[in-house]
């Protein structure tokens, strides 16, 4: 068992001092734009293997390695035309490239889980990039959860999960956006493929690169392997399109509606905005994650970042495995 300190994000001495924790080999809660993330120097296998096993992360389910400048990812991954074109437009920020991993790019083969590509993402986060310029080298950051969980959004939702397993907590108060970043593998030829909806809508970036592909249906061999059919999961069973609660039914509500009375409701957002609703939908998920409940959903429209909602509470409500 491990001591978790939780530290402030804006102090420079608590950022020096999480650095130091780094270059040891510790992990490191830190807040993104999106979710807190779990950081681990990418370098150090060790490091990289500790922080699989504080997740509970099966090994295979490869990490985003965190840079804090475009000159730092070129070192690591060929970007190449469309890669380029991508970064400009979205980072830093909530968009992760997937791409060929250079030799000699100095990342841990377990960050990769041995693919011959690499994920990787500069993150609009002060606390995050001002580690990595500490160190002088990317950041593995998967969410700060244990695997299969839901992603925690603030830093009580990391001490929740992680607490004793973890060296510090660098606490940034909610995140902004609240859903993980949109995956995108480019590729040579053909058209780049959305691995991951996620926060940079998918209008947003085929306005940049035009139409994206698809990933592979939903599989349990992932080749993008944060498509694993259950995930983002609260205890609770959870029911999707769900117009009224039911019986024994909480209710995650999107949208202006008359007061249900008799059931705990916690409303996304009130007047419909889908960029409220992805900053609220992992605490709404966790404060209506009770035994004994089920968690109904209201409908969710597909569109922006309704996409990226959609994707995470399909993998909430997935069958679960049997053993974890
Ligand atoms: P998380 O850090 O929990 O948000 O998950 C990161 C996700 O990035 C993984 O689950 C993978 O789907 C994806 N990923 C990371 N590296 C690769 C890669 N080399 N190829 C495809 N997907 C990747
Ligand atoms: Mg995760």
Same mark, same amino acid.
């Given at each position: 068992m491990t001591v978790t300190v939780t530290l402030p994000a804006d102090d420079p001495a608590a950022l020096d001092e999480a650095a130091r924790l780094l270059a040891r080999g510790g992990l490191a809660a830190v807040p993104t734009e999106t979710v807190y993330g779990l950081a681990?120097?990418?370098?150090q296998g060790e490091a990289v293997a500790r922080l699989y096993e504080a997740k509970g992360?099966? !090994?295979?389910?490869p990490l985003i390695a965190h840079v804090d400048s475009l000159e730092m990812a070129e070192r690591l991954v060929d970007l190449g035309g469309t890669g380029h074109a991508l970064a400009h437009a979205?980072?830093?920020?909530?968009l992760t490239l997937v791409a060929p991993m250079r030799a000699g790019?100095?990342?841990? /083969?377990l960050v990769t889980a041995g693919l011959d590509t690499l994920a990787v993402r500069w993150p609009a986060s002060p606390a995050l990039t001002g580690l990595i310029a500490r160190l002088g080298r990317p950041l593995a950051a998967p /969410?700060?959860? !244990? /695997?299969?969980a839901v992603s925690p959004t603030t830093a009580a939702h990391v001490r929740d999960g992680l607490d004793g397993r973890i060296d510090v907590i660098l606490d940034?108060?909610?995140?902004?956006?609240g859903v993980e970043s949109t995956i995108i593998r480019v590729v040579t030829a053909g058209r780049p493929l959305l691995l991951r909806p996620g926060g940079t809508p998918r209008a947003d970036i085929e306005a940049v690169c035009g139409p994206l592909s698809a990933a592979r249906?939903? /599989?349990?061999?992932?080749?993008?392997?944060?498509?694993?059919?259950?995930?983002?999961?609260?205890e609770s069973p959870v029911r999707l399109n769900a117009t009224q609660p039911r019986q024994g039914e909480s209710y995650l509500a999107f949208g202006p509606r008359p007061e249900i009375v008799g059931c705990d409701v916690f409303n996304l957002s009130d007047r419909s905005d889908l960029a409220e609703a992805a900053a609220n939908l992992f605490a709404g998920l966790r404060l209506l994650d009770k035994p004994g409940r089920v968690i109904a959903v209201a409908p969710i429209p597909e569109a922006g970042l309704g996409e990226a909602i959609n994707d995470r509470l399909r993998r909430a409500a997935a069958d679960r495995p049997i053993a974890s």
């Open positions: 681990a120097d990418a370098a992360r099966p !090994r295979f389910n979205f980072w830093p920020g909530p790019a100095g990342v841990a /083969s /969410s700060a959860n !244990r /695997s299969g940034g108060g909610p995140c902004r956006i249906p939903d /599989s349990d061999r992932p080749d993008a392997p944060g498509q694993l059919a259950s995930h983002y999961a609260p």
